[in-house]
Nanobody, 127 residues
Framework: VQLQASGGGLVQAGGSLRLSCTASGRTFSSYVMGWFRRAPGKEREFVAAIRKSGDSTYYDDSVKGRFTISRDNAKNTVYLQMNSLEPEDTAVYYC?????????????????????WGQGTLVTVSS
């Protein structure tokens, strides 16, 4: 499966952005989808994940209450709505697809659970 992320840009602190990640290739609904980010000089970190049907989500504590992950299987797309953005949210955001099932949502916070990665989209939050 190929993943294409988009929607990044420059936004002021307190603003909002919506990222999209569109998949092509094999059946999108067969995958758990996740978002990760890598800030300048830092390691890649988990942001959010959503189950195949969209009925369960999981967030890192740093974004809980501000970010919302959702998916539209008919459009082969996963979204990340980001509100109340902070300068600390500045990073390259990556979407990823996992074929692994029957594990806890917390387990999807580990990058090695994912089989496919998109190219990333840059989000810059100015103070």
């Amino acid at each position: 499966v190929q993943l294409q992320a988009s929607g990044g840009g420059l936004v002021q602190a307190g603003g909002s952005l919506r990222l999209s990640c569109t998949a092509s290739g094999r059946t999108f609904s067969s995958y758990v989808m996740g978002w990760f980010r890598r800030a300048p000089g830092k390691e890649r970190e988990f942001v959010a994940a959503i189950r195949k049907s969209g009925d369960s989500t999981y967030y890192d504590d740093s974004v809980k209450g501000r970010f919302t992950i959702s998916r539209d299987n008919a459009k082969n797309t996963v979204y990340l709505q980001m509100n109340s953005l902070e300068p600390e949210d500045t990073a390259v955001y990556y979407c990823a697809a996992s074929a692994q099932g029957y594990i806890s949502m917390r387990s999807y916070s580990a990058p090695h659970k994912y089989d496919y990665w998109g190219q990333g989209t840059l989000v810059t939050v100015s103070s």
